[in-house]
């Protein structure tokens, strides 16, 4: 249950503001089909997301615990700094577009999240925890609670919330859990 709330919560927060929940705005504004844009996020997400957590999962079989305690710490501390920096919506092709709002998103989604914060975590979660399932579905469920009001909402979501203080609540948790990571690494020692 602790991985599955700490990926649901870091995700969620990690990712407002997001390239991908910016990705969510122009689909949604492109489309003006929610539904359908919505199955596309999660298929997309679902996927992406369950691929990286058995990739975590494998990294941390490689690794000895005193190697992974210090590749999570710093990994979590990079993406804690990573958050302070703003993402801007990447264009999606025009040529994705002719499969529809369902295939458009599911692809955009898919491909947007590759080497994005949300996947690193995921993977890094995955490796933390041990637990492909639980990390997938609340990296996912995260995912979904962030970028579905973007879709339905849209600006107006966008506008009213406090950017930074989203981004610096979600630096905090991934450098707090960087920090714990490396304490952690420093008692096997």
């Known amino acids: 249950m602790e991985a599955f709330l700490t990926a649901t919560t870091l995700v969620a927060v990690a990712e407002i503001g997001d390239k991908t929940q910016l990705l969510a705005l122009v689909l949604a504004a492109r489309f003006r089909r929610p539904l359908p844009i919505v199955a596309g996020i999660f298929?997309?997400?679902?996927?992406?997301h369950a691929l990286a957590?058995?990739?975590?999962?494998?990294?941390?079989?490689?690794?000895?615990?005193?190697?992974?305690?210090?590749v999570l710490g710093f990994s979590f501390l990079a993406a804690g700094i990573w958050m302070l920096i703003p993402d801007k919506a990447d264009e999606v092709s025009g040529e994705v577009s002719r499969f529809g709002p369902f295939l458009t998103t599911t692809i955009a989604f898919f491909i947007a999240e590759m080497g994005d914060k949300t996947q690193l975590a995921t993977?890094?979660?995955?490796?933390?925890?041990?637990?492909?399932?639980?990390?997938?579905?609340?990296?996912?469920?995260?995912?979904?609670?962030?970028?579905?009001?973007?879709?339905?909402?849209?600006?107006?979501?966008?506008?009213?919330?406090?950017?930074?203080?989203?981004?610096?609540?979600?630096?905090?948790?991934?450098?707090?859990?960087?920090?714990?990571?490396?304490?952690?690494?420093?008692?096997l020692v």
């Open 53 to 70: 957590a058995e990739l975590g999962i494998l990294i941390a079989g490689w690794l000895t615990p005193e190697i992974l305690n210090w």
């Open 43 to 48: 298929v997309a997400t679902i996927v992406n």
């Open 123 to 187: 993977i890094g979660l995955a490796a933390r925890f041990h637990d492909l399932l639980s990390v997938a579905a609340g990296t996912t469920l995260g995912m979904m609670i962030a970028n579905v009001p973007a879709v339905f909402l849209g600006d107006v979501a966008a506008k009213a919330l406090p950017m930074q203080l989203v981004r610096g609540t979600a630096a905090a948790i991934f450098i707090a859990l960087g920090c714990v990571a490396i304490l952690e690494a420093l008692k």
